[in-house]
Nanobody, 125 residues
Framework: QVQLIEYGGGLVQAGGSLRLSCEVS????????MGWFRQAPGKEREFVAAISWHGTTTRYAVSVKGRFTISRDNAKQTTYLQMNNLRPEDTAVYYC??????????????????WGKGTLVTVSS
């Protein structure tokens, strides 16, 4: 069973930066698309970003494009989400996900195979 472990959440002032990391617990030999979702208090969970296995394809939610960057290091089995120019509305629990299909991550979160437990990001105004 693949486990995803997120790191890097915390409290930051508006305009600041944070980098989230997500480690995959074991090398399954499968080529996973990795992604990030978030859920703010009282709101539905939403897609944030995704990256294909080779890192050649990335997708972002409109609300974070230009501010967030997703990347990965397959040798370390780690995916990153660099978040810059953070806003109070970015406050949420951020979840790392893994699935063999990029389109599932982007369009069908209910079909995603693996989820981390989440890490809280709080942006103060």
């Amino acid at each position: 069973q693949v486990q995803l472990i997120e790191y890097g959440g915390g409290l930051v002032q508006a305009g600041g930066s944070l980098r989230l990391s997500c480690e995959v617990s074991e090398n399954t030999g499968r080529s996973y698309t990795m992604g990030w979702f978030r859920q703010a208090p009282g709101k539905e969970r939403e897609f944030v970003a995704a990256i294909s296995w080779h890192g050649t394809t990335t997708r972002y939610a409109v609300s974070v494009k230009g501010r967030f960057t997703i990347s990965r290091d397959n040798a370390k089995q780690t995916t990153y989400l660099q978040m810059n120019n953070l806003r109070p509305e970015d406050t949420a629990v951020y979840y790392c996900v893994a699935d063999e299909d990029l389109h599932t991550v982007i369009l069908d979160q209910n079909g995603v195979d693996y989820w981390g437990k989440g890490t809280l990001v709080t942006v103060s105004s």
